[in-house]
């Protein structure tokens, strides 16, 4: 059986960061990963960077650890620690600097590679768990609408501080919004599967001042001493809380359909169908239909309210899953010659 040699380097700057001598044909780019960062720092193999032929960054790397002999033949160059920074979910690996990344499930044989490969890196930065971001962004809204919807101090005014609304819509809409969040952080721990672990630290900020922001934001008015209530009263109250319930259940029954499509700890992708559940039968006309209710969710809060700000955030929020809907819509075409050409992205017959 052949053997591949695998030579890594900067996407940036073409310096050689590792060589990978007898590789396996059937390694994955996630094994190779691996492989990179138990090698970077611990061989000769990084003859560019670590070899005595290059002393000023062996003087360097000496100070972080304890060298050993080296094992490669004829040379007895000092082996290092091997380097933590480049973990694996830190890695982007390419086959064209400015490509896309490769997979983790590729298989190095099947790539349009000779035997010896040539992967280009890139550092995605420092990496935090989608599940630890999640929990973090839909923890934050529940706790900040609760601040207002009692009215801590320092938010209305002492005259108000932990006095209760005399509207039952203001009620409502507390056990609405915390039941949408609970509900995320439910199915975060217990319903959904990630096709990646992880994502850049960066993004929790991003996101959590999205989250967070609108949250004290549409909270404040809704909750404050001189809220109105909707023009039309109960009726308006009744009809937007039908629409809040069936989004909500449509919303969780996709994310079970979506869920069931896909076996645990596995990265297989399949064509989601409708079930015996009415709710996904929304598949038949839409490729994300778990956005389709969640905007509805929001557009029913926003009648309920009558709240500007929750008006803006169903707006800002239907952009952007209307974007992430477009991006699984073309992805699903590409990869599935049989998809059903029916279906729009978010919205039936429209969008």
């Known amino acids: 059986m052949k053997h591949y040699e695998v030579e890594i380097l900067d996407a940036k700057t073409r310096e050689k960061l590792c060589f990978l001598d007898k590789v396996e044909p059937h390694a994955t780019i996630a094994e190779i990963k691996n492989l990179f960062t138990k090698t970077r720092g611990r061989s000769c193999g990084v003859l560019g960077s670590l070899h005595p032929g290059n002393p000023e960054k062996l003087a360097q790397w000496l100070g972080s650890g304890p060298a050993e002999p080296c094992q490669a033949v004829g040379c007895n160059c000092p082996v290092l620690p091997a380097d933590p920074q480049w973990y694996p979910a830190r890695q982007s690996l390419r086959l064209d600097p400015k490509g896309k990344s490769l997979k983790d499930e590729d298989v190095l044989q099947k790539l349009p590679v000779g035997t010896t490969a040539t992967l280009y890196f890139r550092d995605l930065g420092a990496q935090i768990s989608w599940v ?15 601040l207002f919807y009692f009215r801590v101090p320092f938010i209305y ?21 915390s039941f949408h969040y609970i509900k995320r952080l439910l199915e975060t721990l217990f319903v959904h599967r990630f096709s990646h672990g992880t994502m850049p630290l960066r ?19 809704i909750n404050h001493p001189l809220y109105t209530p909707p023009t039309y009263g109960a009726q308006q109250v009744k009809l937007a809380l039908a629409i809040f319930v069936i989004c909500q259940l449509g919303n969780f029954s996709i994310h079970m359909a979506l869920r069931d499509l896909r076996p645990a700890g596995s990265k297989t992708r399949k064509i989601p169908y409708p079930t015996k559940n ?25 009648i309920m ?47």
Not at 157 to 168: A, C, I, L, N
Not at 203 to 221: D, Q, R, V
Not at 328 to 346: A, G, N, T, V
Request: some cysteine; overall charge positive.
């Open 132 to 146: 630890t971001v999640f929990l973090t962004e839909y923890a934050g809204p529940l706790f900040i609408y609760l």
């Open 157 to 177: 005014g002492h005259k108000y501080d932990f006095t209760s609304s005399r509207h039952t819509v203001v009620h409502l809409a507390c056990i609405c919004h």
């Open 203 to 221: 993004n929790i900020f991003k996101n959590c001042t999205y989250y967070w922001g609108f949250a004290a934001w549409m909270a404040y008015y």
């Open 278 to 302: 009415p709710f996904t039968w929304l598949f038949l006309l839409v490729s994300c239909p778990n956005y389709t209710y969640e905007v509805g969710s929001w557009i029913g809060f926003a």
């Open 305 to 351: 309210t009558q709240c500007l700000p929750v008006a803006l955030f169903s707006l800002v929020g239907f952009t952007q899953m209307t974007i992430w809907a477009k991006g699984k819509h073309r992805s699903y075409l590409k990869e599935f010659r049989d998809y059903p050409p029916l279906r729009m992205p978010i919205i039936p017959f429209l969008l």
